[in-house]
C-alpha cells in the first residue's frame, strides 16, 4: 500500500465556490464496485426479457420493448419495457422514458406500484453529451438541458427494491432549492449496483448523487457527480441515512463517492447525515468542502447505541471551519456552531446516554484535513464511543483542538490507532488527540510532527484521567508526549529503527503487522494489508 501525503497552503486547498469552481481528479470510467456494462446494452428495440434481467430472474418469453442506448426526450413511458414487478419477474426499465414513469408512479403515490421490484436492463442517458468537465463543472447549456424529478419527495419515498444490475444512469441534472434531490429524492426500499455519472445535482437539503434521504438500504452504489447544496445533509450517494420506522437501521454497503461535494453542513463524500445506521463499505476520493460537520465519508454521524460503521476509507482532501475529519466531522455528543461569529461548541454530559456515538472500525485516511475548531484526521469529536483499528496518514491542520486522530474524544474507548501525519495546530494539539478525557486507550503510536502554542503533546495535547496502556511515539528532541496530563497513563519514546521492526509491531497488539515495504517500514494495521 502506498501513501502519499499533500503539501499545500490553505488558500490554494480551499474550494472556493460550487462544483463549477473546483476541479476533481475523479473518473467516469474508473467504477470499483459496479461492475461494466457495456456488455448489456439492449442493441434493439426488442429482446428477450430473461436478458434483461440476469442473475437467474427468468421472465418467461415476454419480449422487453424500448430503445435503449438513446438520451431522454423529456416525455413518460406508458410502460415498462416488461415484466411483473415481481422478485423473479421485475419490471424492466430499457430507456429514460421507462425511468420517467417510475418517477411519476412513485410521485404519484400509486398503490399498485408500491413494493414492486425494478430493474435496469440498459445504461440510461438523461441528458447527451457532456454535462460536466473533468474539474467537476457544469460544461452543458444548462437551458436545454431535461430537469431530472427525482423518484420519490419530501411526502412520498420509493417502498420496492432497485438492482441497477451494474448499469449507469448519466446527464442528470437537477437545479434547485428544494431538499430530497438525486436519482431517488426519498427511498425506504433496495437500491443496488447502480453507478450515477457526467451528472450535475444542486440542490437544498438532502441533496446527493444517488438517494437524497434514505431510511432502507443502498449496496454497491458508485457516484461520480458533481453535488452542491445551500443546506444540510449533502452527499455524493446519499444525502441522509437514518433509521427506519424507529426499530431498524438503514443500510449502506459498499458505496463509493469520486464526485466533488459542497455544501453548508453536515457535507460528507458518501453521506451528510447518517443516524441509526450499519455501514460495511464506504470509500471517498474527492475534494469535500463545507463550514461545519465535514467529512470525508460522512458529515455527521448521528446519537445511536444502533450506530455500527466499518471498512471506511478516505483518499480526497477536506475542508470546513467546524467539526471537521477525514471519516467524519464528529460521532455523538450535543454539538452547536454559530455561523455569524464562526464558534462552536459540544457537550457530552457524563452518563447520559443520549449523545453515544456508538462503533466505528477498520478505518483510514491519508489526505490533508484542514479547518479550525475540532479537527481530526478520522474524526473531529467523539462522546461515548467505541473506535477501534484506525489510522492515519495524512496531514491535519486547524486551530482550536487538532488530532491525527480525533480532536476531542469523552468516555471512549480507543484501541488500535497510530498516526504518521503531521499535526498543526494552535491549543489543544495531539499526535493521536487533541482532547481526552475519561476514556480507556490502547495500542496506540504517532510518528509525526507535532506543533502549536499551548497544550501540545507528541501523543495528546490534554489527557485528564484516562486509562492508558502501550501508548508510544518517535522520539523528537525534548519534546513531551502529553501537553498536560493529568492523572492518565504514560506513554513511551521510540527511535524509528525500534518503531520499524516487527519486535514493535508485536509490541503494538495483534491487531499490528510488520512489513518493511508498507508505510515507509512502521506498523500497520493487519486489515490494511489484508486489503
Known sequence: MKYTIFFVTLSSFILLAACSQVASGSSENDNPVAESSSSKKETSSSSKGNNAAS?????????????????????????????????????????????????????????????????????????????????????????????????????????????????????????????????????????????????????????????????????????????????????????????????????LNKVVNKGIIVGKNNVGGVAGCVTNVTVDGAENSAPIEGFGYIGGVFGGIGSSSKNDLKNLRNTGNISGSHF??????????????????????????????????????????????????????????????????????????????????VSSMSYTKTNSVYNTGNIYGKNYVGGIIGYNQEGVTSSAYSTGKVDGDSLVGLMIGYNYNTTMADYYYLEQGDQEPFGLNNGGGVATPKSADEMKSSDFAELLGEEFVYDSGLNNGYPILKWEKEE
Open 324 to 405: 471537521v475529519g477525514g471519516i467524519s466531522g464528529h460521532c455523538g455528543g450535543y454539538l452547536t456552531i454559530n455561523s455569524t461569529n464562526n464558534t462552536s461548541s459540544y457537550s457530552c454530559p457524563k452518563g447520559i446516554n443520549a449523545w453515544i456515538c456508538g462503533s466505528i472500525q477498520f478505518a483510514h485516511n491519508e489526505s490533508k484535513i484542514i479547518g479550525e475548531r475540532y479537527v481530526g484526521g478520522i474524526i473531529g469529536e467523539v462522546c461515548y464511543g467505541t473506535i477501534s483499528k484506525l489510522s492515519n496518514n495524512g496531514d491535519i491542520i486547524g486551530v482550536g483542538g487538532t488530532g491525527g486522530i
Open 55 to 251: 442473475n437467474g430472474n427468468e421472465i418467461s418469453e415476454e419480449k422487453c420493448t424500448g430503445d435503449s442506448g438513446t438520451p431522454w426526450d423529456g416525455t413518460t413511458a406508458k410502460d415498462f419495457a416488461c415484466g411483473a414487478g415481481t422478485k423473479l419477474s421485475p419490471y424492466v426499465i430499457l430507456t429514460a422514458e421507462q425511468l420517467a414513469k417510475l418517477s411519476f408512479i412513485v410521485g404519484s403515490n400509486d398503490k399498485d406500484y408500491q413494493g414492486k421490484y425494478y430493474k435496469l436492463g440498459a445504461d440510461i442517458i438523461l441528458n447527451d453529451g457532456k454535462i460536466i468537465d473533468e474539474k467537476g463543472a457544469l460544461v452543458a447549456d444548462s437551458s436545454k438541458l431535461h430537469k431530472w424529478t427525482p423518484i420519490g419527495n419530501s411526502s412520498v419515498a420509493f417502498t420496492g427494491t432497485f438492482d441497477g444490475d451494474g448499469h449507469t444512469v448519466s446527464g442528470m441534472f437537477i437545479n434547485t432549492t428544494s431538499s430530497h434531490n438525486g436519482l431517488f429524492g426519498n427511498s425506504s426500499g433496495t437500491i443496488e449496483n447502480l453507478t450515477v455519472e457526467n451528472s450535475w445535482v444542486n440542490g437544498g437539503k438532502y441533496t446527493a448523487g444517488v438517494v437524497g434521504y434514505n431510511v432502507g438500504t443502498i449496496e454497491n452504489a458508485l457516484n461520480t457527480a458533481c453535488i452542491t447544496a445551500s443546506d444540510n445533509c449533502v452527499g455524493g450517494v446519499v444525502g441522509s441515512s437514518a433509521q427506519r420506522q424507529y426499530k431498524y437501521n438503514s443500510i
